[in-house]
């Protein structure tokens, strides 16, 4: 994508389609976010992390400094764009639940889901580019410190969604809510870096899998005995 494009998603100047999707503006503005992260990712896992300076990124996407820091306001975010959509994933699993299911039955089975699948935010991935990525995240201090932002945006989001589904007398109460959200939230965190952790030192995705299950299964299971709260049908 050139400067010009580039300059011209970033102020809006394209008129949104017609029609329930994004609009052509949005539809230009997320490819420019992948393609400047691509590049960036490419570069950070080719020379590191540390020994890629910013200018180099925006050399290499062809677009300016000042354009590159209007779409990422950190370097870490050129990483963590792969984050992005994942920050209020817990939420909206919560506030699209199926009618008589719990908050907590709802987040467990769309992790146990993630583990079928081999959701890479599950850490049950073994494909070379996503453990490569995983690497150069888990492996720089400075991505590890800006992730925990990221996730404390899904803690945020999972308190308002879980505060908005308990009815009773405390429910204009939020701090039970986020409680458990952070509760909730580290033990996904938990899970998805213990599974990254056996498969980077050499385990088999589909021969993991049943003890990832198990594991999820267990930690879930630890999660209701103390949020009895949002353990039971609505």
């Not at 809006?12 to 539809?27: H, I, K, N, V, Y």
């Not at 039955?105 to 049950?124: I, Y």
């Not at 589904?165 to 039970?176: C, F, M, Q």
């Not at 930690?219 to 609505?234: D, I, K, N, S, T």
């Amino acid at each position: 994508m050139t400067e010009e494009e580039a300059a011209a998603a970033a102020a809006g100047t394209t008129a949104d389609s017609e029609g329930g999707g994004p609009g052509l503006r949005e539809r230009k503005r997320q490819r420019m976010y992948q393609a400047v992260s691509d590049v960036a990712i490419a570069l950070f896992l080719e020379k590191g992390f540390e020994k890629v300076p910013v200018a180099e990124v925006a050399e290499a996407a062809d677009i300016s400094k000042p354009t590159l820091f209007r779409y990422f306001p950190a370097k870490e975010d050129l990483v963590l764009h792969r984050f992005a959509d994942h920050v209020d994933e817990a939420a909206r699993v919560v506030a699209g639940r199926p009618a008589g299911h719990s908050p907590l039955d709802a987040l467990e089975r769309h992790f146990l889901d993630g583990l079928e699948r081999q959701d890479p935010v599950t850490g049950l991935c073994d494909n070379v580019h996503v453990l490569a990525f995983h690497r150069l995240l888990y492996g720089t201090p400075s991505l590890v410190a800006r992730l925990y932002a990221y996730q404390e945006r899904s803690e945020r989001a999972l308190g308002e969604a879980l505060s908005e589904a308990t009815a009773g007398p405390r429910a204009g109460d939020t701090l039970p809510a986020r409680l458990a959200a952070g509760q909730i939230i580290a033990v996904q965190r938990i899970l998805a870096l213990e599974n990254w952790r056996r498969i980077d030192a050499g385990a088999d995705a589909g021969a993991l899998r049943p003890e990832a299950v198990a594991a999820a299964r267990d930690a879930f299971g630890q999660l209701r005995r103390g949020l009895a709260q949002y353990a039971g049908p609505e």
